[in-house]
């Protein structure tokens, strides 16, 4: 839930929130190393000081009234009295929180040691001369450490029923350098919580402090750096409902002025997008009503996919026309062309046969036969046009029928260019269509690719089933074609070969396009051609005998 909401803030809030965060985490994390390592540096700084304290008041306490106060154990002999006031001055020329007390070197069993001198205050705490006291843990091993190592030893801190101290142990020796006591030097723990309590305070308000102004200087920092974001928001939801003539100005922020020069450039050609839009409405008669009021960036890419599917059906439109046209036109001119140039064949097929002509006679006739001959195969193309749709329905294996094909062309493809043909055919790839027009498009396709490999090259011919499509695929490494040249593929009187005259491919689309299929062409300038003809595949259920009309 709170992820939701976090997700819903304004981006303004977002990074104001991420950024006090972060920030309050830091403060916090600074103001809490700061606080610990400030106590515990005070906590050394003290018990330093009491080390010091009892290692320099141990030099006036005197060992032979130690040892006479330990042998009369009396609590009103002039030595103990002595060392009683030794003690008390610890406190009395230091500190509140310090305090002194000289202990017996002699340890008893179950960590119980003896008081030997005390002062004043441990006497209205009830602590005796001679007094016994049940150490705990820290204290004793303190204690312990300083008579075996002989030196000044601190213990940490520790809490028994008079408080919570740090203690600083020095032990006090006799001529022969056996220990006799220890002089004890408490620091009063509570000073250090006390102290604790004031940093702790002082932080707190300071972290109070920090916090709003942290807080206060991020809102007018991040405010005024997402200005012109703010200012590019608003123009987006401008634009979006339509109003293309706002304008973005904005100074403060070179990157942000640069995406504001961009914004203005995208509404400026927004603009220029609509009254094309406008002007096309216009063109194709049929202008909406509320044309004025189409300013939704959806609406306008509805209206322009209305545009375009029109224009689609336009260009059929004109492109059956044309072929309609053609049709009727080649009609008419192969019937008046054929009768004559049979006559004029016949006669050239006579001389052909006289023995008194010469070699070069002869071989001018048998050119102008030739070419009356590339005349006949271009008017039975423009008749290919005319003819009426009047094929069957039939199953053809595309597989069978193009390995005839490449058997076909494969002697004409290697004599004449050095071109090898490679065949890759899938079983019984069986399509509805027509197998003398099929047969007739692969042929054609096969042999442009062949004319186009002016250097030799490779020809591969592969037959597959692709979802509800035979696909035949020739693929050749020929002069390949460019995007123009691609553009006006299949259309009238267009050849990139010579002597062409483009009716050739154009009677394959069409054959195609009765059949129901599609043609793809993919080419590279320099790299080759791929033609790809799709014929819908044969689907049992039609029956073998169906002789509906395409």
């Given at each position: 839930m709170w992820k939701q909401h976090v997700n819903d803030l304004p981006l303004y809030r977002k990074i104001l929130v991420f950024s006090f965060l972060i920030t309050f985490v830091v403060v916090v994390s600074t103001a809490g190393f700061t606080f610990y390592y400030v106590t515990n540096h005070l906590a050394n700084q003290l018990t330093e000081r009491a080390k010091g304290i009892a290692s320099l008041w141990s030099y006036t306490i005197p060992s032979e009234d130690v040892l006479q106060a330990i042998h009369s154990h009396n609590p009103k002999s002039p030595s103990l009295k002595k060392l009683n006031n030794l003690v008390g001055l610890v406190q009395e020329k230091n500190a509140e929180y310090l305090q002194g007390y000289l202990m017996d070197a002699k340890i008893e069993k179950g960590q119980e040691l003896h008081f030997l001198a005390v002062t004043e205050a441990d006497r209205l705490d009830g602590i005796r001369n001679f007094s016994s006291y049940?150490?705990?843990?820290?204290?004793?091993?303190?204690?312990?450490?300083?008579?075996?190592?002989?030196?000044?030893?601190?213990?940490?801190?520790?809490?028994?029923?008079?408080?919570?101290?740090?203690?600083?142990?020095?032990?006090?020796?006799?001529?022969?350098?056996?220990?006799?006591?220890?002089?004890?030097?408490?620091?009063?723990?509570?000073?250090?919580?006390?102290?604790?309590?004031?940093?702790?305070?002082?932080?707190?308000?300071?972290?109070?402090?920090?916090?709003?102004?942290?807080?206060?200087?991020?809102?007018?920092?991040?405010?005024?750096?997402?200005?012109?974001?703010?200012?590019?928001?608003?123009?987006?939801?401008?634009?979006?409902?339509?109003?293309?003539?706002?304008?973005?100005?904005?100074?403060?922020?070179?990157?942000?002025?640069?995406?504001?020069?961009?914004?203005?450039?995208?509404?400026?050609?927004?603009?220029?997008?609509?009254?094309?839009?406008?002007?096309?409405?216009?063109?194709?008669g049929s202008i909406p009503k509320n044309l004025g009021s189409v300013h939704q960036v959806e609406e306008a890419i509805g209206e322009m996919e209305k545009i375009i599917e029109k224009t689609k059906i336009q260009k059929e439109l004109q492109r059956a026309e044309k072929?309609?046209?053609?049709?009727?036109?080649?009609?008419?001119?192969?019937?008046?062309?054929?009768?004559?140039?049979?006559?004029?064949?016949?006669?050239?097929?006579?001389?052909?046969?006289?023995?008194?002509?010469?070699?070069?006679?002869?071989?001018?006739?048998?050119?102008?036969?030739?070419?009356?001959?590339?005349?006949?195969?271009?008017?039975?193309?423009?008749?290919?046009?005319?003819?009426?749709?009047?094929?069957?329905?039939?199953?053809?294996?595309?597989?069978?029928?193009?390995?005839?094909?490449?058997?076909?062309?494969?002697?004409?493809?290697?004599?004449?260019?050095?071109?090898?043909?490679?065949?890759?055919?899938?079983?019984?790839?069986?399509?509805?269509?027509n197998q003398s027009e099929l047969k007739q498009v692969i042929i054609n396709i096969v042999k442009n690719g062949i004319e186009s490999m002016r250097s030799g090259g490779v020809l591969t011919l592969t037959v597959r089933k692709n979802e509800r499509y035979g696909e035949i695929i020739v693929t050749d490494t020929g002069i390949g074609m460019s995007p123009e040249e691609?553009?006006?593929?299949?259309t009238a009187f267009y050849s990139l070969k010579e002597k062409g005259t483009g009716m050739g491919l154009m009677v394959c689309y069409q054959i195609v396009e009765r059949m129901k299929g599609r043609i793809d062409v993919e080419s590279e300038k320099g790299v080759g051609t791929t033609f790809k003809v799709c014929i819908p595949l044969w689907e049992e259920d039609n029956g073998e005998g169906e002789n509906n009309k395409l």
């Open positions: 049940q150490a705990g843990n820290e204290f004793f091993q303190a204690f312990e450490r300083a008579i075996k190592e002989k030196k000044v030893i601190s213990s940490r801190l520790y809490h028994d029923r008079y408080g919570d101290w740090i203690t600083a142990f020095q032990p006090i020796t006799d001529h022969n350098g056996k220990v006799i006591a220890v002089l004890a030097v408490d620091v009063n723990a509570s000073a250090i919580n006390h102290f604790k309590e004031k940093i702790g305070i002082y932080v707190i308000f300071s972290l109070i402090i920090i916090t709003i102004l942290v807080y206060l200087t991020l809102r007018w920092g991040i405010r005024r750096v997402l200005a012109p974001v703010n200012e590019i928001i608003s123009g987006i939801n401008a634009v979006s409902s339509g109003n293309f003539n706002v304008k973005l100005n904005i100074s403060s922020q070179s990157d942000m002025v640069k995406l504001g020069e961009k914004f203005n450039h995208m509404t400026s050609q927004l603009t220029v997008l609509f009254e094309r839009l406008a002007d096309t409405y216009k063109e194709f072929m309609n046209a053609i049709g009727q036109l080649a009609a008419a001119v192969a019937h008046e062309i054929r009768n004559p140039m049979t006559v004029v064949r016949g006669f050239l097929q006579i001389f052909l046969t006289k023995d008194h002509l010469s070699e070069t006679e002869l071989s001018y006739i048998q050119l102008m036969i030739d070419e009356l001959n590339r005349a006949e195969i271009i008017i039975n193309d423009y008749l290919s046009l005319a003819k009426p749709d009047l094929e069957q329905i039939e199953k053809v294996d595309i597989s069978d029928l193009s390995k005839k094909v490449a058997d076909l062309m494969n002697t004409f493809a290697f004599m004449s260019k050095n071109i090898s043909l490679h065949t890759i055919l899938e079983n019984e790839v069986l399509v509805k269509g691609l553009e006006r593929l299949g």
